[in-house]
């Protein structure tokens, strides 16, 4: 039998640093979303993709630090992830399922 971790309560504070850092990532992919969408030049593009995953990797130092999660080491990149989810790839989900 294994012994879990015991898991402990979140302050306020933490609670709001979490948030934040989730916040911040939710506003970088739309952005990034919107300037791909939008056809923005490539550096613009660039500079956001930089944003984006610099981002993201502070909200899994939170999650490490604060939760002790780590990230999976296959988990794609937000970036990668929005640039999958465009408005063109709604169509798959409207496909049937076999």
Not at 12 to 29: H, I
Not at 64 to 75: C, D, G, K, T, Y
Not at 80 to 95: H, I, K
């Amino acid at each position: 039998m294994t012994r879990e971790t015991p898991h402990r309560q979140l302050s306020v504070v933490e609670r709001e640093v979490l948030a934040r850092a989730d916040d911040r990532l939710r506003y970088a992919v739309a952005e990034y979303i919107r300037s791909v969408d939008d056809r923005a030049d490539a550096a613009r593009i660039e500079a956001l993709q930089i944003e984006l995953e610099a981002v993201e990797d502070q909200l899994w130092r939170h999650r490490v630090a604060l939760l002790n999660w780590s990230r999976p080491p296959w988990a794609p990149s937000a970036s990668l992830l929005a640039d999958w989810f465009s408005p063109e790839d709604r169509v798959y989900d409207e496909m049937p399922v076999p």
